[in-house]
């Protein structure tokens, strides 16, 4: 939908102009409408060009003037406009809405001078080619259909769906559907994962398809029902991102403000009364590509409704809904405008009237409104740079990142300060100015000054020497001599395990290198003097089978490495009992020194030295921190992570992803660092306790470390 031009918005209203002589002509083929209330009750009418199909909105005394406006003479025209209304027309008002015609080519040009004068005019406001090109690329329209006639030959057909009678089944539909599916919430759930598929992304993107046209439908249908025009239907791209529109425009000749909320909403109750019918048919369906086909119409609808067309900080259905809620038309240049004033005047106090009037609740809701969409564009805006960078080839990439950046970004926050620079005579030190300007100085001096003496990283605090006994193969449990919190000695026999399939291997190779032996030592015959070779060979590999099988059964005989406290002990170690491979037994720790492995960037490695004082604070708020000191730093990256407590799917800050080997590998270049606690408490003897530690470093400012940042980015992606 385009918006409606307010004469009485922002910038429209010519100031210091001279009346003329004579009013410029109106163009014969322009149409006026009765528009919507304004926001004190007074009439407002709406002008429409026909040619360029916009729509301009005029207040009370424009109209009164535009009714007199064949008289041709300025005070005339005042004259008239007092004496038959209550209304107090200047003469100024005439040349106001004069130089607004004038501007709008609402006026008709008789003469070959000014003729001349307006193609110049428009010549000159040709983009070039280049121009032309980033505009195309940024935004751009295609028209594909023009389905005024079809819509009129089928508004029979969708007039049921305007009715009351139709709201209130949908209303019965939904609550039946949402009840349904509650019933079935796991089965409905447990759909979603197959979106995680390309078969759940073909239903998915089938569903958006869908879902959008019927939105667009419902724009266009809402229209006819209303009897408007509707000329064309087609797509838009935004940043080469496709998505339909429905030409609306004619929903200005409406004057009730209801009707044209009423089309805005339409494509979003087409939507979600999809979904709710989509919903209810779910419960319906057996499993299979129909009934995922559905689960997709259902929950694709009105989240794509709600997070897109909702949205009223680009002009979508949202926006255009809020303009008419507030009853402000071109809200966002208005509110922009405003916005703008209300920054200029806390930061350099001009004391310049607002650029239109409104109450002081309307005006904070448009400046609320202004800064939010600011914020919000930005994010967005660089959000899609990234994208469009990473989706074309890398050349490509930057010269498109670079285009929408400048034009989005760069481009509005030029304009803004080359209006400070505009007015820069008119800076005079007040409390406005001392307030920013102390707030600058003070920005800069929290970006400028080394005043970053730490730095924070992930670490666990464990004991130096700690080890999880585990069965190393299938095997029996013949005996176990500890308990928890047993104290044992180094090389004390723990458990004892048995396999007698390795048994019965250690034997069978035992008996081979006995028949081998026995083989070589008879060689009176000249076959077996043939075959010693070969003899020889296959002894060798039963010896070399049969070290193997005693070194795993020495494995059998687990003992301890080192003095301890096993600190746990799996429950149900009963003499008998079968064990799997890798079944944890117990963990012995030695409590006696105690360490803090922490894992540093790339960008902090350099900033910590051996020796330098720090604090570990666990996880545990009920514990004190713990003073530390650096005592080993690595300078090779790690390539697995011992320590898993830390990797982020067990809830720890590191993230990491799973190697083949099983290994947990760090998405980012990591570097361990070893502290050693200076003085062990009591409290901290467990098996581990995660935390963070805070480690006195090198200080360093925030532009120094923003600049490594993007300086190491840059070198990053500076190969082709």
Known sequence: MAECIALNGPRDIADGDSAAAMVSPLRQDLDLYPGAPGKTYEPTWVLHDPVRNKFFSLGWLE????????????????????????????????????AFLVRNQLVRIDDCGATWTLYQRDLSKKPQLLMLLLHR?????????????????????????FSSAFRKLLTLVT???????????????????????????????????????????????????????????GMAFLVMWPFLYTDTTESWKLGSRRQRMA?????????????????????????????????????????????????????????????????VQNLQPRAFALGRWRLREWLFGFKDPPPEAHSRRMRRILIAYAYSTWVYRLVLFLGIALLVYYFFFKALGIILMAAELVWFIGRPIYAELKEWRRRKTSLKWNRNTIVSSALVLSA??????????????????????????????????????????????????????????????AEDARNQI???????????????????????????????????????????????????????????????????????????????????????????????????????????PRLKPVSVRVTEIDRASTKSLSEPVLASRYGGALATRDALSGALVPTEAVYRIRLAVNNPREDLKQTILRGTVRIKAESESWLKRIWRMVGAVLIRESGF
């Open 514 to 620: 006995r028949l081998y032996r026995s083989s070589l030592a008879r060689q009176g015959t000249t076959h077996l003097l043939e075959r010693r070779d070969v003899v020889q060979q296959e002894l060798r590999k039963a010896l070399v089978a049969y070290r193997g099988y005693l070194e795993q059964l020495s494995q059998l005989q687990i003992k301890a490495p080192f003095s301890g406290e096993m600190v746990t002990v799996t429950e149900d170690l009963t003499p008998g009992r079968w064990l799997p491979d890798s079944f944890a037994l117990a963990t012995l720790v030695n409590k006696a020194t105690l360490v803090v492995q922490a894992y540093v960037t790339e960008d902090q490695l350099d900033r910590v030295q051996r020796d330098a004082p720090a604090q570990f604070h666990p996880e545990n």
């Open 63 to 98: 109209f009164e003037l535009l009714e007199r406006w064949s008289r041709q003479d300025p005070a005339s025209i005042v004259e008239c406009v007092s004496e038959e209304t209550t209304l107090d027309a200047t003469i100024e008002d005439v040349a106001t809405l004069d």
């Open 444 to 505: 800069l001096a929290l970006l400028i000054a080394p005043w970053e003496h730490y730095i924070t990283v992930p670490g666990v605090l464990k004991p130096l020497q700690h080890k999880t006994f585990y069965a190393p193969l299938p095997a029996r449990l013949e005996s176990a001599r500890i308990v928890p919190d047993q104290i044992v000695a180094k090389d004390e026999l723990l458990f004892t395990l048995r396999s007698p399939e390795l048994d019965f291997h």
């Open 137 to 161: 690329y940024l935004f751009f329209f295609v028209p594909l259909v023009h389905p005024d006639r079809f819509l009129h030959a089928t508004l029979p057909v969708a007039i049921p769906f």
């Open 175 to 233: 609550l039946l559907g949402v009840y349904l599916v509650m019933r079935e919430w796991n089965a409905f759930a447990q759909t979603f994962v197959r979106f995680f598929s390309l078969e759940g992304l073909f239903y998915f993107a089938l569903a958006v398809i869908v879902s959008k046209c019927l939105h667009e439908l419902g724009h266009a249908y809402t229209c006819k029902y209303y009897g408007l025009h509707v000329p064309t239907m």
């Open 263 to 327: 089309i805005g909403i339409a494509g979003m109750f087409a939507e979600l009364s999809l979904a709710a019918f989509a919903t209810l048919l779910w419960s319906f369906l057996s499993d299979g590509a129909v009934r995922n086909a559905v689960f997709f119409l259902a929950t694709a609808s009105w989240v794509m409704t709600l997070a897109i067309n909702i949205n009223p900080f680009m002009r979508w259905d949202g926006y255009y809904l809020l303009s008419d809620l507030l009853g």
